[in-house]
């Protein structure tokens, strides 16, 4: 599966530029990842926000391609932990998805056609983040996802799913967490693929 970042403008903000160049660096050794950029709109002044939504959503629609998953990033999507972010984007690499588009949107979100497009909608939380610094947050917490996915201890927490339910793991993981308490809980939702969680936390 590949998973791609679609952008609205640059980064010219160099410490963010930074950070989202060594976590893309970093995702290559789990998934075929990039991030397109789509031109700003020029002449802003001269337009409302809903005309400058639908010029944005019309370039947005023109990279997407008829069989990609596309999620948008969006302050009325629902909410996930790190845990659950990382529960999610397992479903979609097993569901057989070619390609999943994560869209940012431009200063003021997204036009109608665009969200009649999307096949869903994250947010990563309820304050407000400017469009760049969310680009900075995605890419670390995907990041974040496929080590939590590939039980390394970035995050401290892994995802074991049941064919992977064992003793064996018990004692693997119980031996990674140095002897501290180990406990296993149940997704909040029925999955059919239900998900386990070991933790260094008291659940």
């Given at each position: 599966?590949?998973?791609?970042?679609?952008?609205?403008?640059?980064?010219?903000?160099?410490?963010?530029?930074?950070?989202?160049?060594?976590?893309?660096?970093?995702?290559?050794?789990?998934?075929?990842?990039?991030?397109?950029?789509?031109?700003?709109?020029?002449?802003?002044?001269?337009?409302?926000?809903?005309?400058?939504?639908?010029?944005?959503?019309?370039?947005?629609?023109?990279?997407?391609?008829?069989?990609?998953?596309?999620?948008?990033?969006?302050?009325?999507?629902?909410?996930?932990?790190?845990?659950?972010?990382?529960?999610?984007?397992?479903?979609?690499?097993?569901?057989?998805?070619?390609?999943?588009?994560?869209?940012?949107?431009?200063?003021?979100?997204?036009?109608?056609?665009?969200?009649?497009r999307?096949?869903?909608?994250?947010?990563?939380?309820?304050?407000?983040?400017?469009?760049?610094?969310?680009?900075?947050?995605?890419?670390?917490?995907?990041?974040?996802a496929?080590?939590?996915?590939?039980?390394?201890?970035?995050?401290?927490?892994w995802?074991?799913?049941?064919?992977?339910?064992?003793?064996?793991h018990?004692?693997?993981?119980?031996?990674?967490?140095?002897?501290?308490?180990?406990?296993?809980?149940?997704?909040?939702?029925?999955?059919?693929e239900?998900?386990?969680?070991?933790?260094?936390?008291?659940?």
């Amino acid at each position: 599966m590949k998973i791609e970042l679609l952008v609205v403008g640059k980064s010219t903000i160099p410490y963010i530029k930074e950070g989202i160049d060594d976590y893309v660096k970093r995702l290559k050794h789990y998934v075929s990842f990039q991030i397109r950029y789509i031109d700003d709109i020029k002449g802003t002044k001269n337009l409302s926000e809903e005309q400058q939504k639908q010029l944005e959503g019309n370039k947005i629609l023109a990279l997407l391609d008829k069989s990609d998953f596309v999620i948008l990033l969006d302050e009325h999507g629902k909410e996930h932990t790190s845990l659950a972010f990382a529960s999610y984007i397992q479903k979609r690499m097993l569901s057989g998805a070619k390609k999943v588009v994560m869209v940012v949107g431009g200063p003021y979100g997204f036009s109608k056609d665009v969200y009649d497009r999307a096949n869903d909608k994250i947010s990563f939380s309820k304050m407000t983040f400017n469009h760049e610094m969310i680009r900075l947050i995605f890419v670390e917490q995907l990041y974040r996802a496929f080590t939590i996915i590939n039980h390394e201890p970035y995050h401290h927490e892994w995802l074991i799913f049941p064919h992977q339910f064992t003793s064996n793991h018990i004692r693997y993981h119980h031996m990674m967490l140095r002897n501290e308490h180990v406990s296993i809980c149940f997704a909040k939702q029925t999955l059919r693929e239900e998900d386990f969680r070991f933790s260094n936390k008291v659940v």
